[in-house]
């Protein structure tokens, strides 16, 4: 649920040919090189990937395959070094620095393993702290509309504690509504599960499935590759390349525990 007009940055692009939609995230060429005393290190090397709204997109791949970097792209966090990027119909590779921030915040949602939740702001801040930033929900609907999203999430009645206060697993929904705070077409996760038990990881992985079932693009890095059961796709990365990508077969995984598969995202 959302408020207001959104203020989009993103830029006009011609009509396209076909009736086919445009994907949601396109990596066109993308070359990712870093400079080193020695020589360029090349973290990511010409990837060509594309997912479209509804797709839960696992990104796989050992240690140093280009994972992180690759989402780093994708959220602008990081520069192409050659190389496109188009993410929500805005051609990321050609924002310039001063618009990057207000785009990243209106378009695209981040999930991190670490939460990144502040301190000294209590759950329900946390979520808003987004609109304020971004001014995409009236002052007066902001606590409403984070109070609805920690609802969806399922965490409503830890609103007003501290971050500490909460398990991983609860710290963690908090950082997705968040991420959710301004309505993003692109969700974007870094090892979400990594700081996570097994069991609290599959509750998380079975509500980024709910998310992207319920129309948005999911990106997710991961060491874990056993995610068959949630994903639509399995992309496996190996010294920058894409060396697999391969359709799966979501929803064969039983119900989490504490599911919120009835609750609306």
């Not at 780093?72 to 805005?90: E, F, H, M, P």
């Not at 000294?120 to 929900?137: G, S």
């Not at 609103?159 to 309505?183: C, E, F, V, Y």
């Not at 997710?220 to 190996?238: F, I, K, N, P, Q």
Request: proline letters at 6%; charged letters at 20%.
């Amino acid at each position: 649920m959302m408020f207001g007009t959104r203020q989009d940055v993103q830029e006009p692009r011609p009509a396209a040919a076909t009736d086919r939609p445009a994907p949601a995230i396109s990596v066109q060429n993308a070359v990712k090189a870093y400079a080193t005393p020695g020589a360029d290190v090349v973290a990511v090397a010409g990837i060509d990937l594309e997912v479209a709204a509804g797709e839960f997109v696992a990104v796989v791949g050992r240690s140093g395959s280009g994972k992180t970097t690759l989402v780093n792209l994708v959220a602008g966090i990081d520069r192409l070094t050659s190389g496109r990027v188009v993410v929500a119909g805005t051609d990321v590779s050609a924002l310039p620095e001063s618009r990057l921030a207000a785009w990243r915040g209106r378009d695209v949602g981040l999930v991190f393993q670490f939460f990144q939740l502040l301190p000294t702001l209590t759950v329900i801040e946390n979520v808003m702290l987004p609109m304020d930033l971004c001014r995409t929900v009236p002052p007066r609907h902001r606590r409403a509309v984070a109070a609805d999203l920690l609802a969806q999430v399922g965490i409503a009645d830890h609103a007003d504690k501290l971050p500490a206060t909460l398990s991983g697993g609860q710290q963690q929904r908090a950082a997705i509504a968040r991420a959710l705070a301004n309505d993003p077409p692109i969700l974007l996760a870094d090892e979400p599960t990594g700081n996570l038990d097994s069991a609290t990881g599959v509750e998380v992985l079975d509500l980024f499935r709910q998310l992207a079932a319920r129309g948005r693009a999911v990106l997710m890095v991961t060491h874990e590759r056993d995610v068959s059961a949630w994903v639509t796709r399995r992309v496996t990365l190996d010294d920058g390349r894409v060396v697999a990508d391969e359709p799966m077969q979501p929803g064969s995984a039983p119900a989490a525990a504490g599911s919120i598969e009835s609750t609306r995202l």
